[in-house]
Structures are given as structure tokens and as C-alpha cells.
């Protein structure tokens, strides 16, 4: 499959840094956000200016063929739409552009694990039958923040990405789209997932942030400046003990399903080997203390993603598959719990369970591998 034109849905972080690197790597770019006024810079200017760490122009910037709030005109004639946003925003986009989807177009979700199955959802529940191929990233490619209305911040970019199709029985043709746009030439590693579930477990955010921000929770709602989410004294061993433990969960999940799961500490040593060329697995509290993400400053409140997605759409979804698998997940259950306190919100209810995932509860364990390896069960 040739690829000439990309539609990027979705305007925020993600969405601006994917629209300028696709943009940069010569591919026809249109993007689109239903916010009004939201992508009125791009519009005037037809670009977006890629900044450095320190939010300085590195001289980079991509051409932007078409800036829209029209959801049919921004996918249209496109090869590829990708999708990087927030999973409670994806279902938004999905049922945006279900209805004009056309056959052949490939859709890739950015950001959280299982969004594609949300995606099959919507294209059902418009009556779009046309072939589409489906596909997830277990993260974002690049961690980056929009600065204003034509810039964005690459503060780095994840060199080692998992991705799988829904379903996975069309992963090989899927396969060499993801590496034409994440080329290995550019230092990328691409994992296949078994299945879009392996794409789910593997959410550093989900694994990472919530014990961090619930420890300090205190320190966080009253705004100090100094606050470093991933910084060594927000991190102590104590709350090294709850990421380790909420990591085991993920992986007994991933492992009654017949994945291949590995601990987070072997995840940071993936991603380290592709930056750094560190080819060791360290314990996981030496592992946690990363110099480039110990800079990042902040959340300065607790109703921010950190929680409010985090914790519904990534420890809410352990817990169901949990459920679903026999999998007993007491720290994910206890931390958002205590989510649910400091917030005053029912994420259980609000978040996404095994059923937002287009599964069945009386399903058995071979129903659920043949439902997303054929997208069907018998």
C-alpha cells in the first residue's frame, strides 16, 4: 500500500507533534478537532513549528494541507488516519467519522492500548461495512506538548513502540504501514502485540502515575511548584513497592491469556536500549529514576490525566479483565479507590470495563483470544 495522505484526528499534544512529523516526513497532512477555534493558527498559517526541549524553534516545520473542524472533509482520500488523543476522547472521534469511513483506509489509535475495539464499535453502530483495517499503540510515539496555536514541544520521542490490529489476524498487512511511519532507519523498534490487549496491559501511564499521585496527593493539591511526578523524593522505595505491585497484575492478566509479558523494569530496559544503549535490566527503583523524566515538572492539581484517565481507562480495565480472567487485582482496586475519594468521582462506573472493550462477561478464556484474533466468536 502506497501512502500519500495522513488525517490526524485530534489537536492536542499527540495530534499537533504526529501532524508535524508526518508532515516533515513528506506525507500530505490534514488534521482535524471538532473545538471551535482550536486549530485557528493552523488554518492562518497552513503550519505547525516544532520547539525544543527548552520551547525553542528548532527550525522544523511541517506543512499542513488542510486544517478542519469537518471530519468528512479532513479524512477523506486518506491512506492513513491516525488517532492520538486521550482514550475518553477516541469514542468522540470514532463516532465523528464512523459514518465516512471508506474501505481500505487504515486507522492507527495513539495513546492507550484497545482503543480500536471502540473504533469496531462505532463503524458497527454506523453500518459501515466497508473493509477498514484497525491498529493500536501501546502509548504515544512522542512525549510533546502544544505550546500555543501553531507550535509544539518534542520533549523526546519513544524509540520502542507495541502495536497490534484488531483483529490480529490482520496484523501482517498492517505491519508495513506501521514501519514505513516508524521507520527502524530512525531508530524506532516496533514490537507486535499478540492481540490489541497486549497493546492495553503495556500502559506505562496506568502503571506509573496513579502511586505516584495518589502518595502525594497532598503536595500536589496545594500546588508546589517544586513537584516533579517522576522525581527521586516523589518516588521513594515505598512507592516504587506500589508500581512494582500494580505491574504484577498487569502482567498475570496478559500471562492467562497466553501473552508474552514482561516486567516494567525489562519494558524500561527496551526503551533505554534504543536512547541510551543500556543493554541491562536494572531493579526497578533504579529503573523508575530516569534523568529525562525527572525534569518534568508538575501535575500542580489532582484533576488531571494523571487520575482522571489513568485510573478509569487503565487500573478500572486491569480490574475488569481482572474479573473476567480470574485474576485477583487488590492494588489496582485499592488505588482507585482511593482515586475515587480525592476526586469524588465513580471511575468504576465511569471508566472503561471489558464490556466499553466489546467483550462478554460469560465469555471463556479461548472465546475471548478467538473474538481478538477473528474479530468474531462462534
Known amino acids: 500500500m502506497e501512502i500519500k495522505k495522513i488525517a490526524v484526528l485530534g489537536a492536542g499534544n499527540g495530534g499537533f507533534m504526529s501532524a508535524a512529523d508526518m508532515a516533515l516526513m513528506g ?22 513549528e516544532v520547539c525544543d526541549i527548552d520551547s525553542k524553534p528548532t527550525g522544523e ?50 495513546g492507550k492500548g484497545g482503543a480500536s475495539l471502540v473504533w469496531k464499535k462505532a463503524l458497527d453502530e454506523a453500518g459501515n461495512k466497508s473493509r477498514v483495517y484497525l491498529a493500536d499503540c501501546n502509548t504515544l510515539p512522542y512525549g510533546a506538548s502544544r505550546l500555543n496555536d501553531t507550535q509544539v514541544r518534542l520533549e523526546s520521542r519513544t524509540m520502542n513502540l507495541m502495536f497490534a490490529a484488531f483483529p490480529a489476524k490482520d496484523m501482517d498487512f498492517v505491519w ?14 516496533l514490537r507486535r502485540g499478540q492481540n490489541v490487549i497486549d ?51 498487569r502482567m498475570a492478566i496478559g500471562e492467562k491469556l497466553g501473552l508474552k509479558q514482561y516486567t516494567l523494569e525489562e519494558e524500561i530496559k527496551m526503551v533505554k536500549w534504543n536512547r541510551d544503549g543500556v543493554d541491562e535490566v536494572l531493579p526497578i ?42 485474576v485477583p487485582t487488590p492494588m489496582s482496586d485499592a488505588i482507585t ?3 475515587e475519594g480525592l476526586l469524588s468521582r465513580d471511575f468504576r462506573s465511569e471508566g472503561r470495563d471489558i464490556t466499553a472493550l466489546g ?7 479461548e472465546q475471548v483470544k478467538q473474538f481478538l484474533y477473528e474479530g468474531a466468536v462462534d
Not at 496527593?217 to 500494580?246: M, R, T
Not at 529525562?292 to 479483565?321: A, I
Open 176 to 189: 508495513t504501514i506501521l514501519n514505513e511511519l516508524y521507520p527502524p532507519e530512525h531508530g524506532y523498534t
Open 61 to 110: 516545520v511541517g506543512k499542513i494541507a488542510l486544517a478542519t473542524e469537518n471530519v468528512e472533509e479532513a479524512i477523506k482520500g486518506a491512506d492513513v488516519i491516525l488517532n492520538p488523543a486521550p482514550f475518553f476522547a477516541v469514542k468522540h472521534y470514532a463516532e465523528a467519522a464512523a459514518k465516512y469511513i471508506s474501505e481500505g483506509q487504515v486507522i492507527i489509535c495513539l
Open 359 to 365: 467483550l462478554n462477561p460469560d465469555w471463556s478464556v
Open 27 to 48: 506525507y500530505e497532512v490534514t488534521i482535524f478537532d471538532t473545538l471551535p477555534g482550536k486549530l485557528d493558527g493552523v488554518m492562518k498559517t497552513g503550519t505547525i
Open 285 to 326: 527503583y533504579e529503573a523508575i529514576h530516569t534523568p529525562f523524566l525527572e525534569v518534568c515538572e508538575g501535575p500542580f492539581k489532582l484533576n488531571v490525566r494523571h487520575l482522571v484517565e489513568d485510573v478509569p481507562y487503565g487500573l478500572v480495565t486491569y480490574s475488569s479483565l481482572g474479573k473476567l480472567l480470574g
Open 337 to 339: 479507590t482511593i482515586a
Open 199 to 249: 497493546t492495553l496491559l503495556v500502559d506505562y501511564n496506568a502503571i506509573t502515575h496513579t502511586p505516584p499521585m495518589i502518595c502525594n496527593a497532598a503536595v500536589i493539591d496545594s500546588g508546589d511548584p517544586d513537584f516533579h511526578l517522576f522525581g527521586v523524593k516523589e518516588n521513594p522505595k515505598p512507592v516504587v513497592n506500589l508500581i512494582e505491585a500494580i505491574d504484577r497484575e
